[in-house]
């Protein structure tokens, strides 16, 4: 018979170093991660703020990463956290900035949604198959699969960032709208978006980083 001897807090004892710094991507301050922080933001139209936390959280996964090969304690739970947070933080964050800004149609929201499914499906893929993706000296993967998430997320925020502090947010949402008035009513601006989606489901990309 086998005896599973308990281990008070094991959860937390099973955390890193590094996956204290994934969490600071995931729970910023202890009270809001900047992903969600950027979600608030976004439904207050703050949108140059939620690009900024973005950004925030976009350094956050990059030192963690950092953190985790310096010290060499690359773990299965900070890989997990990893995707959970980026999933919060640059899939749904720009998702949510977009559907806010005025991108509301039902064709539109499919591609939004679209985006999600994509981004997730990409998030998982990495899960699995990162061990097999070959390494350079320092463990830094030499490529990763599909276009990396905070990358377009960047994207998608910077333009709405930009858009915003020049205040053509209106000017764009009305004058890329396609079949206005009729359900497949749909703004030509998201087709960058949609490019994008396909590009996280790519099989290779050189250099690039999750």
């Known amino acids: 018979m086998v005896v599973i001897k308990e281990v008070r807090f094991d959860m937390i004892r099973r955390l890193r170093v590094a996956d204290y710094v994934t969490l600071s991507n995931a729970n910023k301050w202890d009270v809001a991660s900047c992903g ?3 979600i608030f933001c976004s439904m207050q139209h703050d949108y140059i703020r939620a690009h900024l936390l973005l950004f925030v959280a976009y350094e956050c996964d990059r030192f963690d990463g950092i953190v985790a090969r ?3 304690q690359c773990s299965d739970w ?3 956290l990893d995707s959970f947070s980026d999933l919060v933080s640059f899939i749904m964050g720009p998702a949510i900035m977009l559907h806010t800004i ?3 149609t039902l064709v539109d ?3 939004l949604i679209f985006w999600v499914l994509c981004g997730l499906t990409r998030l ?3 899960n699995v198959v990162a061990h097999l993706v070959p390494r350079d000296a320092h463990g830094k993967a030499l490529y990763h699969e599909g276009l990396a998430s905070p990358y377009a997320a960047l994207i998608v925020s910077t333009a709405v960032a930009v858009s915003t502090w020049m205040e053509w947010t209106s000017e764009i949402v009305l004058s890329s709208v396609i079949f206005s008035g ?3 009513e749909f703004h030509l601006a998201l087709v960058p978006v949609l490019v994008m989606s396909v590009m996280m489901l790519l099989e290779q990309i050189t250099n690039s980083s999750v």
């Open 109 to 111: 929201q499919v591609v």
């Open 70 to 72: 310096w010290m060499n």
């Open 102 to 104: 005025g991108f509301q």
């Open 78 to 80: 900070g890989k997990q």
């Open 124 to 126: 998982v893929r990495f």
């Open 36 to 38: 969600v922080f950027s």
């Open 182 to 184: 009729t359900w497949p």
